[in-house]
């Protein structure tokens, strides 16, 4: 789903309401000594919210080889309901997984990793006590995952967004200045939210409350 193109001028807008992340966040584990689990099937971790949520945050410290992993969300480690899932191909290095989804309530939940091919370390942390992970299906309490989840607002807020289909000056433009544009990786790479009054390569200036943020289902 494409949510609107920035233009330089002739900008129609379209209000919409949302929940905005705002920054907030809760970590599914606690402890601070690290380490890398390389899982051969699956990995998941268990966790409650008092919030509204929008996005995980799955932290991979190594990538060994070229790799394929299958990311879902469920309502719990039985996997009664399936709400979200995504697939991410990753090359050696480090990296975070990020799943972006339209906002569920307050409530529990469970993502689990599938291993579709290649070697991955996801980083665990060994002196947690929470114990909510699980490996193949199966509770451990050897460690956490060091995992984030990202909160939005209760409420909904409206927010102005750029219609698909304005036209462009100088055909589709990019950022020339100003906030730097962070990734969001949601089957593929897609471009993020940038800020009011950054430039334009084309001369012109993001809008007021304007976005720039294309997602595919």
């Avoid at 970590?27 to 390389?38: F, L, R």
């Avoid at 190594?62 to 039985?78: C, G, I, Q, T, Y």
């Avoid at 939210?193 to 334009?200: F, K, T, Y």
Wanted: net charge negative.
């Amino acid at each position: 789903m494409v949510i609107g193109e920035i233009t330089s001028s002739q900008q129609d807008i379209l209000f919409v309401h949302v929940r905005v992340e705002d920054a907030a966040f809760i970590e599914t584990h606690n402890g601070t000594v690290k380490a890398n689990y390389y899982f051969s099937n699956s990995i998941g971790q268990k966790f409650s919210t008092d919030r509204w949520m929008g996005r995980i945050k799955i932290k991979i410290g190594n990538v060994n080889e070229s790799s394929r992993l299958r990311l879902s969300l469920w309502d719990s480690p039985a996997k009664t309901k399936l709400y979200f899932e995504n697939e991410y191909q990753l090359n050696p290095s480090s990296a975070v997984l990020h799943l972006s989804f339209n906002p569920l309530p307050a409530g529990d939940y469970y993502w689990e990793l599938e291993r579709l091919s290649g070697s991955v370390g996801i980083s665990v942390i060994s002196d947690s006590t929470l114990h909510n992970a699980y490996t193949d299906g199966n509770p451990t309490a050897a460690f956490d995952i060091e995992s984030k989840i990202m909160f939005v607002t209760d409420e909904e807020t409206e927010r102005p967004v750029a219609v698909f289909g304005d036209p462009v000056d100088s055909g589709i433009t990019s950022i020339n200045g100003g906030s730097e544009l962070g990734k969001i990786m949601v089957g593929t790479v897609e471009k993020n939210i940038s800020r009011a009054g950054d430039s334009l390569a084309n001369g012109g200036h993001i809008l007021t409350g304007c976005w720039f943020f294309e997602m595919e289902d």
